[in-house]
């Protein structure tokens, strides 16, 4: 099979960090390739499967590719409840009726006829600058009302006038940055602030990742993982340089990995690599509260059975960011240095009524998405 430029340059890295030639590491993949998480080359390299002594054989079998995720999910869950965490606006809405802590949205931008009860709605240039000058300047979080990953986020810092600050672009007119937005529908939030022990460790907003079972009788937290974004970043997605997934003790709520993703790997920290705090064996503040609206968000879209929250910790307490149907094998696999299919995710898919290596057959079959 071939292999795109950037895996190709991934793997002949691996092979000069081992000294294994490039045709055994092939041929060591082609055997994972066929196992139960169907682990295509990039996903093999990124998680250190090709170091030798690294893991058992059977460990090995319990990383996942990403291929796999939405095949998993979509027999999982009631996808008719898809769009009721897709959409945030819809999915806050839900929450807040729950009496659960959300963002403070504080306007809307949508050109489309589409309305949003309760929320201010900016429809035009002139609706976003009459926003903007109520504002005086205090600044706010953008996202797109549908999306993951933290794609077309930002952060406006202020307005002087006509020209906005967004941080990361030079200044521009309300009119441009109207223009900027396009189409896509943004919520606009008040500004979520880290509780002072996490902002030891980052500037803008960390989240707690957390992978939620949701069972007949009882929802499950399957794990949990500190996101840390980078100094220069606003966005704590892992897939971004310089951020950093941290593995979360559940019920304890300590931190017993951080770790760094490299081209071919990653590396692991007990301090912050930039500050030096201390980050190995310490205990995240509201942790108890924090396991507690996680499984009552989750049983508001209970059929939606395989789930992840993003949490962030403020100094009053836990505030539910997003909900996600489904969420990053990837990211779980990169904090614990485990493959995802950990003896209850096995059982969890098992009660789901699916077989992984039926599967990954139906995956690998022709015509089959990539």
């Excluded at 069972?215 to 997605?237: R, W």
């Excluded at 924090?290 to 059975?305: E, G, M």
């Excluded at 904090?335 to 789901?352: D, E, M, W």
Aim: net charge negative; glycine share 8%.
């Amino acid at each position: 099979m071939p292999v795109d430029p950037g895996t190709n340059a991934l793997l002949h890295l691996a092979a000069r960090d081992t000294g294994r030639s490039v045709a055994d590491i092939l041929a060591d993949h082609a055997i994972l390739a066929k196992g139960p998480g169907r682990l295509r080359l990039e996903d093999y390299l990124r998680n250190g499967l090709h170091v030798p002594g690294r893991y058992s054989a059977s460990e090995r079998e319990d990383f996942i590719t990403g291929r796999l995720h939405w095949p998993i999910v979509t027999r999982c869950c009631d996808m008719s409840w898809y769009a009721a965490v897709d959409d945030k606006w819809l999915c806050e809405t839900l929450l807040i009726r729950a009496d659960l802590p959300v963002p403070l949205t504080v306007a809307v931008v949508d050109r489309s006829q589409r309305l949003f009860p309760g929320t201010p709605t900016l429809r035009n240039a002139a609706d976003l600058g009459a926003f903007l000058s109520e504002r005086q300047g205090r600044p706010f979080f953008g996202k797109p009302i549908r999306g993951v990953g933290g794609r077309g986020a930002f952060l406006c810092e202020g307005i002087e006038g006509n020209t906005v600050h967004i941080r990361g672009y030079d200044p521009l007119s309300v009119e441009a940055f109207f223009d900027g937005l396009g189409n896509t529908p943004y919520l606009f939030q008040e500004v979520v602030r880290n509780h002072p022990d996490l902002l030891a460790l980052a500037p803008h907003l960390a989240t707690v990742r957390l992978i939620v079972f949701v069972y007949d009788d009882m929802v499950t937290l399957a794990f949990a993982v500190l996101k840390v974004p980078d100094a220069e970043n606003i966005i704590d997605s892992p897939l971004t340089a310089g951020n950093l997934v941290c593995d979360v003790a559940d019920p304890e709520g300590t931190i017993r990995s951080v770790v760094a993703s490299t081209p071919t790997g990653r590396v692991t920290h007990t301090a912050h690599p930039r500050t030096g705090q201390p980050m190995v064996g310490m205990t995240l503040p509201f942790w108890p509260e924090v396991r507690h609206i996680a499984a009552q968000a989750a049983a508001v879209f209970a059929p939606l059975r395989y789930q992840s929250l993003d949490v962030a910790i403020t100094a009053e307490g836990p505030v539910i960011v997003e909900v996600n149907a489904g969420g990053s094998y990837g990211m779980i696999q990169r904090a614990t240095q485990k493959g995802f299919l950990q003896p209850h995710v096995r059982h969890f898919l098992n009660v789901c009524g699916i077989d992984l290596a039926q599967l990954g057959d139906t995956l690998d079959s022709p015509g089959a998405q990539q």
